[in-house]
């Protein structure tokens, strides 16, 4: 490859659930797009891996979410026609916990809100319903019918043709290793070639912090386990009879789907040991511990797919401090935009996301209202997109508190960002408790 190529409107780095959507919504709207992707296009290194991904309508994270997923059902369903493939399989979900839990109250307070369709169920009619579950009979369940999964491999393959059919330039197995700001635009330095641009779009996962110094502390890698284990009854564990689930029980809030991919039944716990540092420390191999801590939830809660495991993987959560996304224009380069979209839940917002950092790239501003995932509520400046705010802020008006967080470390524009291979002071894997993320919150709290 040459040592100097093109110029491109946009390059997007990182390739994967994020990145692959927004190359093709920047290619759609006719700019010239470069895609830069470190491993395979897919690949099972980062965060996007495993199958399926669930998608739900109920959020109890924060009603903000609720009309971001409407369009983001409305660009998945897009992205189906184009590739012809089934890519959001809408199986029904099931937010599950003690009555007056989080996740079931909050769930119920979203769909309550935004009017969205749904039952309710005691865990005895849940059990009876979809006898693959056994959940405990007073756990209190919400049922929506829209939820159900995503295939994420699949999807990130269909952006990326979808993308590559309108013009997109995608490069599989380039690194980026470094970047800076010329002028009104960027230069982007990797193993293989320099290239300049008129923004630039991060999208770089687990590894977005090693590139944007201002994510330090923000953006924190943390290692998760997957299990698929083979039902003895498979036909309780199929699309057709048994919705995804998030339940809250006592061994903490664990998360899964019917058999499909591999002759599994797969699930995963939120947090899994709580294992944060820098990706390439992680034990990519699970372990028997990884393995029994989730076999001992299946014995107890869906006995019926007690068989052999057939599937342990290892993958990335990116946690904000708060678990909720990071999505903004940096505050003195208007040129430069990132989405952390992740914190165990990013995945179904990909096809939205792709379209917001098209907005932000082409633009600099956006359609959608993503006040709730502004860099500065941690501290520091403010971006472009959110300065018409600060009137309100010194209008006194409801929300407008002072951050109490630490200011985000913000370098001097004009300066060159290296990739860096560890983290400030990185002291190796550390658990999440000892670290800031429980300044601000255990795990996803709803705001009501
Ligand atoms: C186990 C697990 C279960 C999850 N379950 C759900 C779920 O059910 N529903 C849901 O909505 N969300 C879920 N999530 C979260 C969701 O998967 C993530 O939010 C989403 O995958 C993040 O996508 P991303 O594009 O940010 O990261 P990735 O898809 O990892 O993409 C980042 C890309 O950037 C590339 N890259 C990094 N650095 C460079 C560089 N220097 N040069 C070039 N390329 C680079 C990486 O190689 C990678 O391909 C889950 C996550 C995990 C780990």
Not at 8 to 26: F, R, W
Not at 174 to 191: C, I, K, M, N
Not at 241 to 260: A, Q, T
Not at 326 to 342: E, G
Request: aromatic share 12%.
């Amino acid at each position: 490859m040459s040592a100097y190529s093109r110029h491109y409107n946009t390059i997007v780095i990182g390739v994967g659930g994020m990145g692959s959507a927004t190359c093709y919504e920047l290619a759609r709207r006719g700019q010239s797009v470069l895609g830069i992707e470190q491993f395979d296009i897919p690949h099972d290194m980062g965060s996007s891996h495993g199958y399926t991904r669930i998608i739900r309508l109920a959020y109890y994270e924060h009603p903000s979410y609720v009309m971001l997923l409407r369009r983001a059902y409305e660009l998945w369903e897009e992205i189906e026609r184009r590739s012809g493939e089934h890519l959001l399989h809408k199986i029904g979900s099931i937010d599950a916990g003690p009555a007056d839990s989080w996740v079931f109250k909050g769930s119920l307070r979203s769909v309550i809100e935004m009017g969205i369709d749904h039952e309710v169920l005691t865990g005895l009619e849940l059990n009876k319903r979809w006898p693959g579950y056994r959940l405990p009979q007073d756990i209190m369940a919400l049922y929506q019918k829209d939820g159900g999964f995503l295939t994420p491999e699949r999807c990130v393959v269909a952006y990326v043709n979808a993308a590559m059919a309108l013009g997109a330039e995608i490069h599989g197995r380039e690194q980026v290793l470094g970047w800076e700001p010329r002028g009104d635009g960027v230069r982007v330095f990797t193993d293989r070639a320099t290239y300049d641009a008129d923004s630039l779009v991060f999208t770089a996962g687990s590894w977005n912090s090693r590139l944007m110094p201002w994510l330090h502390g923000l953006a924190v890698p943390e290692r998760q386990v997957l299990i698929w284990m083979q039902p003895e009854r498979p036909e309780l564990f199929q699309p057709a009879s048994f919705p995804v689930f998030n339940c809250l029980v006592d061994e903490g809030r664990f998360y899964g789907f019917p058999v499909y991919g591999v002759p599994g039944f797969k699930f995963g716990k939120y947090h899994h040991f709580e294992e944060s540092g820098a990706p390439e420390q992680f034990s990519r191999e699970p372990t028997r511990a990884d393995e029994e801590m989730l076999r001992d939830f299946a014995a107890r809660y869906f006995p019926q797919a007690g068989g052999p495991t057939m599937t342990l993987k290892m993958c990335m959560f990116t946690n904000a401090p708060d678990s909720h996304f990071i999505v903004d224009l940096h505050p003195q380069l208007p040129q430069v935009s990132f989405a952390s979209a992740c914190s165990g839940h990013g995945y179904k917002f990909a096809s939205v996301i792709g379209e917001i950092l098209a907005d932000l790239a082409q633009r600099r501003t956006c359609r959608h209202d993503i006040s709730l995932f502004a860099l500065s509520r941690f501290g520091g400046a403010m971006s472009v997109l959110h300065r018409d705010k600060v009137e309100l802020i010194q209008r006194g008006l409801p929300g407008a508190e002072a951050s109490h967080a630490p200011a985000a470390q913000l370098p001097a524009p004009g300066q060159m960002y290296q990739r860096q291979d560890r983290q400030h002071n990185d002291p190796g894997v550390w658990h999440s408790q000892d670290r800031h993320r429980d300044r601000y919150s255990q795990d996803i709290r709803p705001f009501w």
